[in-house]
């Protein structure tokens, strides 16, 4: 029997609800997917943005317009060139230190610490300190960076004093690097960017155990102080500058000058 048309309007009326329905159902999920999308993006930004931070944090301390650079650089795409995988600048030979063993005092504040350098483990890392304490580089020589949270460290040897780097002086390669990223109270090693031919003249102690990400390259340790560690903790417990990258991290509250380096 034909079906009446009251009955094709009604038939009418239901496809057409089921098709609205199906739309506003098809909206909801492909809104939901596009929250989700950006939800993760940013937290991709963000994870980005501290590995890249923690890369660079023992090269210098990012200023407020370097940190928006690197968040501009991650929201942005750009190509990135691949890092230098060769020395910049004069740079003694490996040779140099290559088999020794060094010991020495690096005075900082008055105060004398004992050191010692492994040319056998680090031969490149001790023939530059080598011939930069020879030089007379370090002395008078600020510390710019005191960590006092999880990495516990004393940053010295920019070339102006306050964490510049010098892209006239880079080396390579990293050396005798910690496997499991520990570096106990009182290692020496060699601050650097995120290449591993990015080491320059600044180097870090440890006033306390500490652990380094080691997916990157980690940093070379090139000795150890075998006394006056105390001075840097005493240092340290004065905690950073007001003003620092932050309330961990920062310049020392307490002024650090190198008085001198000597090794033989």
Request: with cysteine; charged share 20%; glycine share 10%.
């Amino acid at each position: 029997m034909a079906a009446s048309k009251q009955e094709l309007r009604e038939q009418r009326r239901r496809v057409r609800q089921m098709e609205a329905r199906r739309s506003l159902r098809d909206a909801q999920q492909q809104r939901r997917r596009r929250d989700n999308t950006l939800a993760i993006g940013a937290g991709v930004v963000a994870v980005a943005l501290g590995v890249v931070l923690q890369l660079t944090a023992f090269s210098s301390n990012p200023t407020p317009e370097e940190y928006a650079a690197v968040q501009a650089g991650l929201q942005t795409p750009s190509a990135t060139p691949s890092p230098s995988e060769s020395n910049v600048g004069n740079i003694p030979s490996a040779d140099l230190a290559r088999g020794k063993t060094l010991t020495g005092t690096l005075t900082v504040n008055g105060k004398p610490l004992g050191v010692t350098l492994d040319g056998t483990k680090a031969p490149q890392a001790v023939s530059v300190f080598k011939t930069l304490a020879d030089q007379g580089f370090f002395t008078k020589n600020g510390c710019h960076r005191l960590t006092t949270s999880s990495i516990y460290v004393l940053q010295c040897g920019s070339k102006d004093g306050k964490g510049g780097v010098d892209p006239g002086f880079q080396w390579g390669p990293v050396e005798n690097v910690p496997a499991d990223g520990k570096y106990p109270a009182g290692t020496i090693a060699v601050a650097r960017a995120a290449s591993t031919y990015s080491n320059s003249t600044q180097f870090f102690i440890t006033y306390k155990d500490s652990v380094l990400p080691v997916d990157q390259g980690g940093y070379t340790v090139m000795g150890r102080v075998t006394s006056g560690l105390d001075a840097i903790t005493a240092l340290a417990s004065a905690g950073v500058k007001a003003g620092g990258t932050s309330a961990t991290d920062g310049p020392p509250a307490t002024a650090v000058t190198i008085d001198s380096f000597t090794l033989k």
